[in-house]
């Protein structure tokens, strides 16, 4: 059973960036597709970024493209999401988490499983 870790999140400054890495254990991530996610306070948890199990296929929520960039390595078992632009409405826990196996097939959370523990990003104004 793969195992996903996120790294520490952080307090940033409106405007600023940050990129957070997923790191798969107990199995290779290689062909799976991949999703990150976020929780505010009081909301439900929503879909932010998902990349192709092969990396060369990626699309994002209409509320951080342009802004943030999700990647991978296969090499390192890991999973990116950076962050460019931030604002006060990104404060949230950010939640990286195994994808469906047809890619582009979409956004809902009961489509990904193996939920990483989640690592808080705050945003100042």
């Known amino acids: 059973q793969v195992q996903l870790v996120e790294s520490e999140g952080g307090l940033v400054q409106a405007g600023g960036s940050l990129r957070l890495s997923c790191a798969a254990s107990?199995?290779?991530?290689?062909?799976?597709?991949m999703g990150w996610f976020r929780q505010a306070p009081g909301k439900e948890r929503e879909f932010v970024a998902a990349?192709?199990?092969?990396?060369?296929?990626?699309y994002y929520a209409d509320s951080v493209r342009g802004r943030f960039t999700v990647s991978r390595d296969n090499a390192k078992n890991t999973v990116y999401l950076q962050m460019n632009n931030l604002k006060p409405e990104d404060t949230a826990i950010y939640y990286c988490?195994?994808?469906?196996?047809?890619?582009?097939?979409?956004?809902?959370?009961?489509?990904?499983?193996?939920w990483g523990q989640g690592t808080q990003v705050t945003v100042s104004a």
């Open positions: 107990g199995g290779r991530i290689n062909f799976i597709n």
């Open positions: 988490a195994r994808g469906p196996r047809q890619f582009n097939s979409g956004t809902s959370t009961s489509l990904y499983d193996n």
């Open positions: 990349i192709s199990w092969i990396g060369g296929s990626a």
